[in-house]
């Protein structure tokens, strides 16, 4: 019965949600909404994949990786070679894109997932800027002056990859594969002593994070005209953590929205920008003084629709509690 | 499995830690059935046995059989699958998460569904999580928790904690549970219902359990062997009688009798 009825709300958000891309694309089409609302709109987007693929590996695994832009870069040569070098087309760029950035998820994820912790971040930061300085020497994708890519990206390419993207890692999240890297995060050596294998949970989150994030690099390369190794240093990689920690570790919608608010806030922000990072950095300093589990917790947006029937059996109803 | 074979045969084992022996040469065997308590002073070694047999640390001499199959060197997770499962001495749930979810969690490796069926929500998917969850529901009723079922495990009482870690470490399905330390922190009338819970268990359950534990009434009240480690030695095993009149336990508890 549960599972019948989220099941209905499933296939309603995603009736709504494609609703919503089709109303965007008339939008775009037929010019209502001007060039710079059309640019922020998929600079969210992009932002959006980026939030959810770390998500699943921070918020979900509690694998503390602060690479991230490494796996971008390599999905937006990867995807740029593919169109560019190879003139073939951009959904085999998206393709592509992905699976070498989840080849670098997994080359990089099994020899230092055994780490923990402070350990892990220092080599995955160390993954980030190998991979930066790498496409830096490679003459092939023109070193340090970058490579033009021709703008590809466009809104159904976008939104199909952000709306696979939410659904492939909620449905990970919601089944006993992701109650296996929850429980890594929650506790390692009490997952390990339920059976769990754990070392394979934490290499599959980090594969499917950088899947992602790979899809991401290549929608990023093809909207921007040029991509530069600078694009992808280790401040790209603290934008999308702060993402993800304000949203809430743990939090799908939490990363999801704050991917769209910062992205709006920078992206206005922009018009002053002497004052840009002292007030984005005040938002954060602030934010995480007085709400450090950030927007939403631990909850989803859908936890807020249940609260009616949640309340009656609610942390606070110790009556029904027998004395242990 | 024949009868006269023990299903947990322990010989010689220990580990080192650099210079530092701390367990050494533990003889100890098992048979199907038996409730067994480990005692012994604060740093005896009790928890690092317990993490030799569990995979937590490889024991750098002897070896330790479970129903003949060899465990030295396996990862945690797969001697948890071969039938050795847990509790902690600081209880490890994982606090986040629901009671209910807490069982499903070592309910994981009877799953039969694969990722990509979970991604794509496949009838596999919702046919096995289906099974998984009233099976939950099921066995959590025999522990008292059905009625806490959503309940995130941080916000239980100490009580139902404890309890809620050995309903997880047994639906992991083991032919053997090891409790480390499950009265650690009880008033009395807890630790009495821990008794009863524990003879209701190892009924239902066929289980063997081998408990470590400081509170002596539960210990002597339980156990039909004992097990006393000082020093990551064994320095004697027997019948609860025969322990509470050794001498050697006598001395490593109370120190030697001054004469």
């Not at chain 1, 995603?14 to 037929?30: E, K, P, S």
């Not at chain 1, 530069?228 to 401040?235: A, C, D, E, K």
């Not at chain 2, 010989?11 to 367990?23: P, Q, S």
């Amino acid at each position: 019965m549960n599972i019948l009825k989220g099941a209905k709300g499933f296939w309603s958000s995603i009736v709504l949600a494609v609703v919503f891309g089709i109303v965007m694309q008339f939008l775009i089409t037929g010019e209502i909404i001007n060039f710079f609302y059309v640019n922020t709109l998929y600079f969210i987007g992009i932002n959006i994949i980026l939030a959810a693929s770390l998500h699943l590996i921070i918020g979900i695994t509690g694998q503390f990786s602060i690479g991230h832009a490494g796996f971008l870069a390599v999905g937006a040569y990867a995807s740029a070679i593919i169109t560019m070098k190879l003139e073939l087309p951009f959904s085999l760029g998206l393709l592509a894109g992905g699976v070498a950035a989840a080849i670098a998820g997994l080359i990089i994820g099994i020899p230092t997932l055994r780490l923990k912790g402070d350990y892990l971040a220092i080599a995955t930061l160390g993954f980030g800027e190998i991979v930066r300085i790498i496409f830096l020497n490679i003459e092939y994708v023109g070193g340090a002056s970058g490579m033009t890519v021709t703008q590809l990206t466009t809104w159904p390419w976008l939104f199909g990859s952000i709306l696979l993207t939410l659904l492939v890692i909620r449905n990970f999240t919601n089944s006993t594969h992701g109650r296996a890297c929850i429980s890594v995060r929650e506790n390692e050596i009490a997952a390990d002593a339920m059976g769990i294998n754990t070392t394979y949970y934490k290499v599959i989150a980090f594969a499917i994070g950088a899947f992602f994030a790979g899809v991401a690099g290549a929608l990023y390369a093809h909207n921007f005209f040029i991509i530069q190794p600078t694009n992808f240093g280790f401040l790209k990689s603290f934008d999308i953590l702060i993402f993800v920690v304000l949203g809430g570790l743990g939090s799908l919608s939490g990363a999801v929205l704050s991917a769209i608010l910062l992205t709006i806030v920078s992206t206005y922000l922009q018009s002053y920008p002497e004052l840009r990072m002292i007030i984005y950095s005040l938002v954060l300093i602030i934010m995480m003084l007085y709400r450090p589990q950030g927007i939403m917790g631990t909850r989803e947006l859908t936890s807020f629709f249940k609260f009616g029937k949640s309340g009656k059996g609610g942390v606070n109803d110790d009556s029904k509690q027998p004395v242990a | 499995m024949t009868a006269n074979n023990p299903l947990l045969k322990v010989n010689n084992a220990g580990i080192r830690f650099g210079g530092l022996k701390a367990v050494s040469d533990v003889n100890l065997e098992l048979k199907q059935g038996e409730l067994v308590g480990l005692i012994g002073p604060n740093g005896a070694g009790k928890t690092t046995f317990f993490n030799l047999l569990t995979g937590v640390y490889v024991p750098t001499e002897g070896s330790i059989e479970l129903d003949g199959d060899k465990l030295n060197g396996l990862a945690p997770y797969k001697i948890t699958k071969k039938g050795i499962s847990r509790t902690f001495q600081n209880i490890r749930l994982f606090n986040e998460l629901s009671v209910l979810d807490n069982v499903k969690v070592a309910y994981h490796s009877l799953a039969k569904h694969s990722i990509m069926s979970s991604i794509f929500r496949l009838p596999k998917h919702f046919s096995e999580e289906k099974y998984m969850e009233e099976k939950a529901i099921e066995f959590l009723k025999i522990f008292n928790l059905d009625n806490v079922l959503h309940e995130k495990a941080k916000n239980l009482p100490y009580g139902q904690q404890r309890r809620l870690e050995i309903a997880r470490a047994l639906a992991a399905n083991p032919k053997l549970l090891l409790l480390d330390e499950p009265a650690a922190g009880m008033n009395p009338q807890e630790t009495e219902e821990l008794m009863n819970l524990i003879a209701l268990i190892r009924k239902k359950f066929d289980l063997t359990i081998l408990l470590i534990e400081h509170d002596m009434l539960l210990v002597m009240g339980v156990c039909e062997r004992i097990y006393v480690l000082d020093h990551g030695q064994l320095i004697a095993d027997g019948t609860p009688e025969q322990i509470r009149n050794n001498p050697k336990v006598i001395e490593a508890y109370l120190g030697e009798e001054v004469s």
